[in-house]
């Protein structure tokens, strides 16, 4: 696998999806900080209280199969940010 690039997002009380996907990239790893996000990657939005908790400092490792389902939101008060790293 090659690095195929990088984004910060922020997470807030909207659900956000991954914003610039690189062509022909295959997975990504997803580190969360500054507060902790719930994700749902079936085409529904998350919300503070459903989808999958990810707390500070937990990483994701996702194939990008669903990455245009794949969805974030903040779970408590405090907005977080998505560390994105793209491999191909």
Known sequence: MQPAGYEQKTVSTAAVALASVPD?????????AGGAVRFRDDGVDPTAALGHPLEVGDRLHYDLNR??????IRR??????LDVTYWK
């Open 24 to 32: 022909r990239s295959n997975f990504a790893i997803i580190t969360v």
């Open 67 to 72: 990455a245009d389902a794949l969805k974030f």
């Open 76 to 81: 408590d008060s405090t907005d977080a940010t």
